[in-house]
T-cell receptor, first 115, second 114 residues
Framework: ETGVTQSPTHLIKTRGQQVTLRCSSQSGHNTVSWYQQALGQGPQFIFQYYREEENGRGNFPPRFSGLQFPNYSSELNVNALELDDSALYLC??????????????FGNGTRLTVT | SQKIEQNSEALNIQEGKTATLTCNYTNYSPAYLQWYRQDPGRGPVFLLLIRENEKEKRKERLKVTFDTTLKQSLFHITASQPADSATYLCATASSGGGADGLTFGKGTHLIIQP
């Protein structure tokens, strides 16, 4: 089985610009979620998609948006970039079933630097 | 919402000894706790899940306990090796429904000294 892949691995943007990060989920998984990890911190939940609809969101403003496609690949879009958006962005896929607590399978992230 | 606390200071352990990492949660008793390992520049890797009705879970040299009275989970690595050096993250559902993702602790940086 293929794992979770993210692109690009590194990205440098200027404040005010927009960015799109991409993720390909692990085969067989129906849920994708995105996390932001600042240096020295744990991952922080941005949002989650299930069957192409957002069904959970963390404490992030609307300028963070996403999409999930029929093949379970996903995008994270961030508009009007701010310096504090500099972080490692992690995509995670999982299989949602009736039992809670499905483990997350993470990609290796996109390191975004905003200058 | 849930809050997870881990000792974010580095933990130095001699090779061959048992490393014990602590995870405390502060609000409601979660249905489960998960533990992940993260190496520098990589995404977290899932290790173990323990549910609220389980006292202990084992996987090879790893053992996790769950004490709902103390609101605490302990993560043990026995016969530790330098290759076990990494940051270990504890996580649980942010809310009872689970649709609000996982809440992670800051992680504990474990260093196994040869």
């Amino acid at each position: 089985e293929t794992g979770v892949t993210q692109s690009p691995t590194h990205l440098i943007k200027t404040r005010g610009q927009q960015v799109t990060l991409r993720c390909s989920s692990q085969s067989g998984h129906n849920t994708v979620s995105w996390y932001q990890q600042a240096l020295g911190q744990g991952p922080q939940f941005i949002f989650q998609y299930y069957r192409e609809e957002e069904n959970g969101r963390g404490n992030f403003p609307p300028r963070f948006s996403g999409l999930q496609f029929p093949n379970y690949s996903s995008e994270l879009n961030v508009n009007a970039l701010e310096l504090d958006d500099s972080a490692l962005y992690l995509c995670a896929s999982s299989f949602r079933d009736r039992v809670s607590g499905s483990p997350l399978h993470f990609g290796n992230g996109t390191r975004l630097t905003v200058t | 919402s849930q809050k997870i606390e881990q000792n974010s200071e580095a933990l130095n352990i001699q090779e061959g000894k048992t490393a014990t990492l602590t995870c405390n949660y502060t609000n409601y008793s979660p249905a489960y706790l998960q533990w992940y390992r993260q190496d520098p520049g990589r995404g977290p890797v899932f290790l173990l899940l323990i549910r609220e009705n389980e006292k202990e879970k084992r996987k090879e040299r790893l053992k996790v306990t769950f004490d709902t009275t103390l609101k605490q989970s302990l993560f043990h690595i026995t016969a530790s090796q330098p290759a076990d050096s990494a940051t270990y993250l504890c996580a649980t559902a942010s809310s009872g429904g689970g649709a609000d993702g996982l809440t992670f602790g800051k992680g504990t940086h474990l260093i196994i000294q040869p």
